[in-house]
Structures are given as C-alpha cells and as structure tokens.
C-alpha cells in the first residue's frame, strides 16, 4: 500500500469516463498495445490513449465502450503516436490488463469523486 494522502492530493489527478470512438491496432509498439480515440465530451473532447490491452479485448469489442482515464497528465509520445491521456486498468492474475470501467452508464466527461 502507498502512503496516505490527503482528498485534495486525490483531487489533482483528473480521472473521467470516456467513450471509445475508435480502436486500432498499434504494430510500431514494443509491447502488444491498440490505439484507443476516447471521447469525454464537449469539455475536453477526443483524446489518444494507447493502451496494452490485447489480452482480454479486440478493437471490436472496444468501440463504444466506456474507459475511465486520467485526462491531466503531459501527452507522452510513444512510437509514431502521442498519447494523450492515461486509460486506466488493474493486473489479473497473468499481468495482463483489465479495463477499470464505471458499474452503469454516465455522460461522458463525468469526473470520478
């Protein structure tokens, strides 16, 4: 477990739901990963994330599914692309990714509080 923080620490990292609009796969990646354009929303529009979750998801499958993702770091440039925010998931038991997802529904753009 990491060290305790305080709510406002919480509060500076940006996490919204988002809809995927596209997903594609990313061959000039090192590790095994899709190029995801999540939309969250008139605010802060579609973004690229590329995410390595080829394991438990094809692109097919992906389209029109809500992510949660961290929408406040620095793009990072990964190969040919520039990630724009953090899509968000946990580990299963063979390291490979599970998407981290709201239980129902919510506008896209929504904040996790």
């Known amino acids: 477990m990491s060290e305790p923080i305080d709510y406002a620490d ?11 609009v596209d997903a594609s796969e990313f061959p000039e990646a090192r590790t095994p990963a899709y190029i995801l354009r999540i939309d969250f929303g008139a605010e802060i529009g579609i973004k690229k994330s590329s995410a390595q979750i080829t394991a438990h998801y094809s692109p097919e499958v992906l389209v029109g599914r809500q992510v949660l993702a961290v929408v406040n770091f ?11 925010v953090l899509t968000l998931g946990f580990e299963d038991e063979a390291g490979e990714i ?3 997802a709201a239980e129902w529904r919510v506008p896209d753009g929504r904040r996790l509080l």
């Not at 620095?74 to 724009?84: A, L, T, V």
Request: glycine share 8%.
């Open 10 to 20: 919480f509060l500076k990292v940006d996490i919204r739901v988002g809809t995927v």
């Open 74 to 84: 620095p793009p990072k440039q990964i190969g040919p692309i520039r990630s724009e």
């Open 98 to 100: 599970v998407l981290a």
